[in-house]
């Protein structure tokens, strides 16, 4: 509809988990075709901020935006959004039942009605651009971390999302994946896709990212360009921060 | 239950300090003994004329045991997957009304439940089918009434009139209970990323149980299940109770007429071991063709 407005708008959004409060009021919006990379210390709320983009969680007061839908309770309303985002998980989750090449077809077929041809084309295609297209037949538990990783990127794209979500996609690789998966990534934010991913890879902020935003304890502290906050970060907390984690 | 098959092969020496070389430890000597003696039952069984006669005539009495069997474990592999999903649900209600099920059932000696279903139930509806229920569905809240019919069928009571329907839906009803657990455990052991991945792409919660959670559960609460159904098997005796004339009512009413009982029951203990056995047998080769590529 309107494309100036931006395609995820956040607004003064709480999420309670029993006592904890994950997330205090947090406003944020992001473009068509932006990449917001978003990091924080573990706990700062990251995770339950991209799962309320999708509707994992749902809010406990404020709202979510994407792309014109409201991202409330309804059923309808979810299942729509859901269409429209991806998401990659740092496990993977991957079903284990399934061959590669079912893992990337089955929502096609079930959600988006293609015909099995259609799908396997689709997938096969996918499974190229990530790079592993001879994995068409095997089992995910037959794949390294970085071939499943992988294989969950063709499956959020099989559905031709307008945004994908990352939560920390490489933390559960081994040092020498992460490249693999990094690069995968990479395509996808030249080609103008909107992303929001979880990550402390500097490598890949610099590279691919619009913006940069750091979190703790549930707010929003800085949101400024990869280049300004690892050089001259304003806030004292996100100096801190990178200071930990910049080694 | 016992464990038949290949989990004998593959157990580690229990003992220390073994009196057997460890190939020869490593035999199920049991499995042979059995064979052993089996085929021993087999060569007296099919040398003499009387065992013989028993056999054939016990012949019905396994048919119905089988029959029994098969169709209470079918259904109460349905009411156990009703139940387990809505023990997992998060509906208070679903939830409520299986908990109540689970845990009634569970409490009550399953012999108990079939003379009772026999006894109380199954008259209350061939009663009320014969007679016509009538039913009245009222709006909660006007109170007003917005359907109301009268159900009255000759052949839906004569279902419940029958001592072997009787059986099987107690037997299923008493199992379903069990096979519930069965199914929210198998669920349950499936880690939560799997759900929410079948959800981020779009499925709603029947699809992605349908097509993500539940084929994976069946894989890890098949042996379970087949364990219990051979326990079904052996728990069909219970129907004789009701007289349904299966293996164990026919042997009773065959060795009291003829004064032999040795022969009867070592017969109809016999047959009950080959069966659960067979079946044993089954669900191990379907475990392993089921099981998920590593
Ligand atoms: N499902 C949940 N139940 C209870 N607490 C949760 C749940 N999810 C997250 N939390 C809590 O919310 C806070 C934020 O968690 P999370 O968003 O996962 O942080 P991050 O991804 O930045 O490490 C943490 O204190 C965490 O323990
Ligand atoms: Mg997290």
Redesign the pocket.
Known sequence: MNSVQPIIQIENVH?R??K????RGVTLSVQRGEVLV?I????????????CINGL?HVDSGQVIVDDIPVTQSAKNINAVRAEVGIVFQQFNLFPHLTVLQNITLAQRVIRKRSAAESEEVAQRLLAKVGIPEKADAYPAQLSGGQQQRVAIARALAMNPKIMLF??PTSALDPEMIKEVLDAMLVLAKEGMTMVV?SHEMGFARAAANRIVF?DE?TLIEDTTPAQLYTNPREERTRQFLSKILH | MPDFGSRAVSLPPARTGRALPVNLERVPWWIIILILAGVLAALVIFTSPDYTSIITLLGSGIYLTLYVTFLAYFLALIFGLIAGLMRVSRNPILYTISTLYVEVIRGIPLLVQILYFFYVIAPFFADGFSKGIAITLPNVFTGETLFSATLRSEELAELFRSEVNEGIIALAIGYGAYLAEVYRAGIEAIPRGQMEAARSLGMSYIQAMRYVILPQAIRIILPPLGNDFVSMLKDSALTSAISVKELTLWTRQRSANTFRPLEHWTIAALLYLVMTLGLSLIVRYLERKFAIPK
Request: glycine residues 20%; proline residues 4%.
């Open positions: 999420k988990f029993g904890v409060h994950a997330l978003l924080g210390p573990s706990g700062s709320g990251k995770s339950t901020l991209l799962r969680e939560d920390e979880v979190m549930g």
